[in-house]
């Protein structure tokens, strides 16, 4: 299933992605640190949706509360628990 997640607090506007059978894929930012959000894409793909989101939960950038990451955490989340 494609989801599409509205992010905030971090310099990324949005974060699409797949969840199919609890694994991750397709993961695309937009806005906010190129290469790093590509990063974080390319070692995300393929692996189990919770595991990523417990990996990435909590990380912060710089003096915020929140980031690319751990929105992608959150993102996660939500679709895991809208799906039951």
Known sequence: MDYKFRTQGTCSREIYFSIEDGVL????FVGG?????KAIAKLADGMEADKVAALL??????FKS?????QLAIA????????G
């Open 25 to 28: 894929s397709d993961i695309k």
């Open 33 to 37: 640190c190129d290469g790093n959000l």
């Open 57 to 62: 939960r909590g990380n912060t950038c710089g």
């Open 66 to 70: 929140t980031s690319c990451g751990d």
């Open 76 to 83: 996660i989340e939500k679709a895991l628990n809208a799906n």
